[in-house]
């Protein structure tokens, strides 16, 4: 098939798994065997992610028209015998195997024997290729992988391995291609970011490294940190670097301190509020996001009212909230699971409440300004994020990946900030 061959990808789950999927393309693109490929990076945050990952490997089998499939990612790990079993699959790339993360090798199964082997140095050196992120505007830049942390709840460690960090000049380099390709944000993610650390380099370096290097990069994102991984050298960063944008995504998952133990989150409400206070006061754009789980196994109703009020109270204006479901091979599976409305009625509590602080969050920006970076223009409208990674639509054509200076913010629509562009 040659050069008409195509690599398709198929991504559940995490930005994370957004970033990886395209590197897998570009490596298998780069290594040019003769067939189609597809490939499905599958999500086991929740038993439906992993459902939906069963779906999405089925409907590709289904549709593959000839194409080799291959699966990776979370699912893989804890629904192994499935996949390997699943009759049309390719290969499976372990997720666990962190120096091999794009590795695969044809199953047993499989009529063609055709192996191919990269190692995660061949990651870190390859060239990107030239179309790699060409429908976005914006690039997730995953500089870390893996988790040491095993709280109690989560199939990660198990599922991708300790944590490993992207070295800085290869950060450096990628960063360059990137804005030299006009992209105008770069969003730094991992699993666990700031666990970030090679060769006694920690996260706040690598920032810091980046702002120097790059003046002309406006917007840089830091994705979802644990709020016991922000050290003062980042704090200061964050408060006082402008170009890092002023939207912070936390995973802070309970405002019990019983709850937050029992997971082994290794902080506690307290240090949480002070953290936020600490952020909000010194720099007072900031938008604070929150990750928390509704129906954790040892969560009484007077813990639960515990996270409700932590809420009300903290300062935390975006909230995503997940309902607990237990993952096999966690401690937290093996507890005394609670009834299944009762966790649900919790989510849709606290899912109310996390849309009426974002209505509130968004009623008290009106009047003011904004900047946003386009990513859609359809029918003479605009879509975008703000600065603090608000929704936003101006009624007008703008080109995308124009970031827009001093929008005022005129109203609320369908959830979205409506903008307008001034002077
Ligand atoms: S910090 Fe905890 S929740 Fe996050 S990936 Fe690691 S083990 Fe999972």
Redesign the pocket.
């Known amino acids: 098939m040659g050069n008409t061959r195509k690599v398709k990808s198929i991504t559940l789950g995490c930005r994370f798994n957004v970033y990886e999927s395209e590197v897998s393309k570009a490596i298998i693109r780069s290594l040019d065997p003769n067939d189609d490929v597809v490939i499905i990076n599958t999500c086991a945050v929740t038993k439906q992610a992993e459902n939906q990952s069963k779906q999405a490997v089925r409907r590709a089998i289904r549709e593959s028209n000839g194409a080799k499939i291959i699966v990776t990612g979370c699912a893989l790990a804890t629904c192994k015998d499935y996949f390997r079993n699943l009759d049309g699959i390719y290969s499976i790339i372990d997720n666990d195997k962190k120096s091999k993360i794009s590795s695969y090798t044809a199953l047993p199964h499989s009529n063609d024997i055709s192996s191919i082997d990269t190692d995660m140095n061949s990651i870190y050196n390859m060239e990107f290729a030239e179309d790699m992120f060409n429908e976005r505007v914006k690039v997730f830049l995953q500089i870390q992988t893996g988790?040491n942390?095993?709280?109690s709840?989560?199939i990660?460690?198990f599922a991708r391995g300790r944590s490993i960090s992207l070295p800085l000049d290869v950060i450096l380099n990628k960063i360059k291609f990137f804005l030299d390709n006009g992209f105008k944000e770069i969003v730094l993610s991992g699993?666990?970011i700031t666990s970030y650390s090679i060769d006694n380099i920690k996260l706040h370096d690598v920032i810091k490294a980046i702002l120097d290097k790059y003046t002309t990069l406006e917007r840089l994102k830091i994705s979802s940190m644990?709020p016991n991984g922000i050290s003062d050298e980042l704090l200061d960063l964050i408060t006082n670097e402008h170009r890092i944008l002023p939207h912070l995504h936390l995973?802070i998952q309970s405002g019990d301190n019983e709850v937050l133990k029992s997971m082994r989150r290794n902080y506690t409400r307290e240090f949480v509020l002070d953290l936020i206070n600490k952020l909000k006061n010194t720099r007072k754009d900031l938008v604070v996001g929150a990750d928390i789980i509704a129906g954790y196994p040892n969560e009484t109703n007077a813990y639960f009212n515990n996270t409700v009020n932590f809420i009300k109270t903290s300062g935390i204006s975006l909230l995503h909230i997940f309902p607990f479901s237990p993952r096999p091979m966690t401690l937290a599976a093996k507890m005394l699971q609670l009834p299944g409305s009762v966790i649900k009625e919790r989510a849709a509590i606290l899912r109310e409440l996390a849309s009426n602080i974002k209505l509130n969050l968004m009623n008290s920006l009106i009047n003011t300004t904004t900047n946003g970076l386009v990513e859609k223009c359809d029918n003479n409208i605009s879509y975008g994020k703000t600065d603090n990674y608000l929704d936003f639509t101006i009624k007008e054509s703008i080109p995308i990946n124009t970031i827009v200076k001093h929008m005022k913010i005129i109203g609320i629509e369908n959830n979205k900030l409506v903008c307008s562009v001034m002077g």
């Open positions: 988790c942390n095993f709280c709840y989560c990660v460690p699993i666990d644990n995973s």
